[in-house]
């Protein structure tokens, strides 16, 4: 398996502090991003998924139908939609 490049390394870092600022989470808190391949029709070959879970243990994640390096601070939903972040205890999540 191949190490990621800088380019990869930096743009996870950088998809991370943008959602840190977007939710106002705190330094503590885990951000997990990951590129995900798509097989289903119609869906971009690659989408990036940011996991993230509260101090109270609340998963949250979206997705960005980008790959990695293509994702921009704009493609983050806006702060007020975290609450529709929220995954379901016990729903099956193929991210995290």
């Known amino acids: 398996m191949l190490a990621p490049s800088n380019n990869r390394h930096e743009a996870a870092t950088l998809l991370k502090r943008w959602t840190r600022a977007r939710f106002a989470l ?16 119609g869906f971009p070959p690659l989408q990036t998924v940011v996991a993230f879970w509260s101090a109270e243990r609340t998963h949250y ?3 960005v139908f980008k790959s990695l390096e293509e994702v921009v601070e704009d493609d ?9 972040l ?7 999540c193929n991210c995290c």
């Open 26 to 41: 705190a330094d503590d808190v885990t951000i997990l991003v990951s590129e995900i391949e798509s097989g289903v029709p």
């Open 61 to 63: 994640h979206f997705t």
């Open 76 to 84: 983050l939903p806006p702060a007020w939609y975290k609450d529709a």
């Open 86 to 92: 929220v995954v379901t205890p016990g729903a099956q």
